[in-house]
Nanobody, 112 residues
Framework: QVQLVESGGGLVQAGGSLTLSCAAS????????IAWYRQTPGKQRELVAK????GRIDSVEDRFTVSRDNAANAVYLHMNRLKPEDTAVYYC?????????WGQGTQVTVSS
């Protein structure tokens, strides 16, 4: 059973930066990709960024990027120039053998 644990959320002013962490319970090389999603009340989760096993990064926001620490089995979401509309619960996700694994989420609140 893969476990993902997010951390690093909090309250930040607009224009600020925040880095979220996702700690995995096993070697992240076992995962084809690790993705970050976010969700606001009443809306579906949306993909924010992901990194695949080869290191390729895809991000829907040029203000956001992803990095990883293989030794720590961790993936990070670096968010810059934050906006109030970035306020959401951010989730870490991976898919193994067509099964999705999610962390518990971490709240990010951006004040104007």
């Amino acid at each position: 059973q893969v476990q993902l644990v997010e951390s690093g959320g909090g309250l930040v002013q607009a224009g600020g930066s925040l880095t979220l962490s996702c700690a995995a319970s096993e070697n992240i090389y076992n995962f084809n990709a690790i993705a970050w999603y976010r969700q606001t009340p009443g809306k579906q989760r949306e993909l924010v960024a992901k990194i695949n096993v080869g290191g390729r990064i895809d991000s829907v926001e040029d203000r956001f990027t992803v990095s990883r620490d293989n030794a720590a089995n961790a993936v990070y979401l670096h968010m810059n120039r934050l906006k109030p509309e970035d306020t959401a619960v951010y989730y870490c996700n991976t898919n193994i053998l067509r099964r999705n694994y999610w962390g518990q989420g971490t709240q990010v609140t951006v004040s104007s």
